[in-house]
């Protein structure tokens, strides 16, 4: 009886390790997250803002450099708002340029741009 009872629990024991390994792990509730930490995960997904497919961000890996880096951020963009409307449409102050609208054609939600504006504004 004991033996059978050992193998049983090392059996429900294995089962849990080998359920655990295809578990989805939650996807991280944005509760309690700042914008500027909501902005960056925006920002570093490529999914939605892909930043990093053409910008050089400190801590992003594997970035693009098609674009420029975005450090200094404040010292470019005279305030948070025209950091916002380069964002939301880089052609208004260049039409050449290859930056999508992310808000102009809705790429992102105008609360995902406002944490990208918060994050990016920290840089």
Not at 81 to 102: G, R, V, Y
Request: aromatic fraction near 6%; proline fraction near 6%; hydrophobic fraction near 45%.
């Amino acid at each position: 009886m004991i033996g059978t009872r050992k193998k049983l629990i090392g059996l429900v024991g294995a089962i849990s390790v080998i359920a655990g390994q295809f578990a989805i792990s939650p996807i991280a509730s944005a509760e309690g997250m700042s914008a500027v930490e909501k902005g960056k995960k925006v920002a570093f997904n490529r999914k939605t803002g892909n930043c990093l497919a053409c910008h050089n961000i400190p801590g992003g890996q594997a970035p693009g450099n098609i674009a420029p880096a975005l450090i200094a951020m404040k010292s470019r963009f005279a305030s948070k708002e025209e950091l916002h409307e380069q964002i939301w449409d880089a052609t208004i102050k260049n039409p050449e340029s290859a930056m999508p609208p992310f808000g102009k054609h809705g790429i992102i939600s105008e609360q995902q741009l406002n944490d990208v504006v918060e994050f990016v504004w920290t840089l």
